[in-house]
């Protein structure tokens, strides 16, 4: 198949082909792009925490009355949840992975150092702390009973003891001998690192401290408290029916709130990453309809192309052609238009990756996803000037001649 002659006929169609080559390209360079963001948005949906996220309740409890009792209640209701059918452990603290709330303060290694060495999100609870959240040490030891103190929201929480992640550790003391060192939450005021967990995350889902979190042992001496419960394994569904109940049986001077009340953590992630999604379907929805919109041109032009070129197509045969050298042209022409496009598409993509990186802090776009949005055009406008291009080749010589 020569292709001077293609080009030829191309440039007595110029608009139509600009048209076709245009609406490749712009579809490519917003695919590449969308697809970029929707598995962006996939892999933040489904980022680990860091705990065993199964069997998990937990509740937003507000007292009523004088703030002298809460602590007193708060532990009561401990007591309370750990006696519960279905419960294996739970504790009270301030914050937990995906909850989009709580506390963050910076880490010094001197007491009186002047900028924080990195920030870390604050975890209170007890010793039943890590149990409750499937977390392990792999270093050091757990919090005794005798540790845990309360805190005041006036205080700066600045505990003798602390539990940091690994991704703390190694950031204070890459050498690997965090355990047993001492930090400053608070200047003058020491806390030794006793133990150390694999992998925990912040409450925040775009914080840029992700894996930096600090265990202490405090409990909040506050109305609000945040209660965290593990069941056993097949318990969850009644431990969140019967929840509420519990705690209500034991003092009525409280305020669960109805929808965020009780919650499991599968719907403490769904309502997290609850954006993410809708932008991932959002996404997903435009890149379908473009590339329909794209494929449905081609088939539009290609099949008017056709008609007009009945006669030419009969002279084509009457000399010799094949069916086969029909569908070749056909094919080819239209490979050569999607071509132009693609690398239009290409440049486009790239600016407008780059645009976004500079405007939003997104990450750049891969060299794969050019890759992908190339060849799926390619096959696309292929796939779509198939059937023309078939009914074109089915055309005979006598008819074609017939209509002269």
């Known amino acids: 198949m020569q292709i001077v002659p293609i080009l030829s006929a191309l440039r007595r169609h110029k608009a139509g082909t600009i048209l076709i080559a245009v609406q490749i390209a712009l579809t490519l360079a917003i695919v590449c792009n969308a697809l970029f963001i929707v598995n962006d948005r996939v892999e933040r949906v489904h980022r680990a925490t860091g705990m065993n996220e199964s069997n998990v309740v937990a509740v937003q409890n507000r007292y009523v009355g004088s703030p002298s009792s809460f602590l007193p209640l708060a532990r009561t209701d401990v007591q309370a949840l750990r006696s519960m059918p279905g419960v294996q452990d739970a504790y009270v603290t301030n914050a937990f992975p995906l909850r989009q709330g709580g506390w963050s303060t910076g880490i010094m290694k001197e007491p009186d150092q002047r900028k924080n060495t990195l920030q870390s999100a604050l975890y209170f609870g007890d010793e ?34 602390v539990i940091v992640t690994k991704a703390i550790a190694d950031k204070l003391f890459p050498g690997g001998d965090a355990l047993g060192k001492v930090v400053y939450y608070s200047r003058g005021k020491p806390s030794t690192i006793i133990g150390i967990v694999g992998k925990l995350t912040v409450p925040w889902i775009d914080s840029e401290f992700i894996d930096n979190v600090t265990l202490m042992p405090l409990t909040q001496n506050n109305g609000s408290q945040i209660f965290l419960l593990r069941t056993k394994p097949g318990q969850q569904d009644a431990v969140f029916k019967s929840v509420a109940a519990t705690l209500y049986n034991v003092n ?36 379908g309809v473009l590339l329909a919109i794209t494929a449905a041109g081609i088939v539009g032009l290609s099949s008017f192309w056709v008609g007009q070129r009945r006669k030419q197509i009969g002279v084509r045969r009457a000399l ?83 209509s002269v």
């Not at 780059?354 to 096959?379: C, D, N, P």
């Open 128 to 161: 039943h702390m890590l149990e409750t959240l499937g977390v392990k040490l792999i270093a050091g030891r757990n919090f005794s009973a005798g540790e845990v103190t309360s805190f005041e929201e006036s205080q700066t929480p600045a505990p003798p003891q």
């Open 252 to 287: 009525r001077m409280r305020v669960l709130p109805e929808k965020y009340g009780v919650r499991t953590f599968e719907m403490v992630r769904a309502r997290a990453y609850q954006a993410d999604r809708g932008m991932a379907i959002l996404m997903s929805v435009v890149c």
């Open 320 to 402: 010799g052609a094949r069916r086969s050298d029909i569908l070749g042209y056909f094919m080819t022409e239209n490979f050569l238009i999607a071509l132009a496009g693609v690398i239009v598409g290409v440049a486009l993509a790239v600016g407008m990756s780059q645009w976004m990186f500079t405007h939003f802090e997104m990450k750049r776009l891969s060299f794969t996803y050019l890759m992908i949005g190339v060849v799926t055009l390619l096959a696309l406008g292929q796939a779509a000037v198939l059937s023309p291009a078939l009914r074109a080749s089915r055309v005979s010589p006598v008819e074609a001649t017939r």
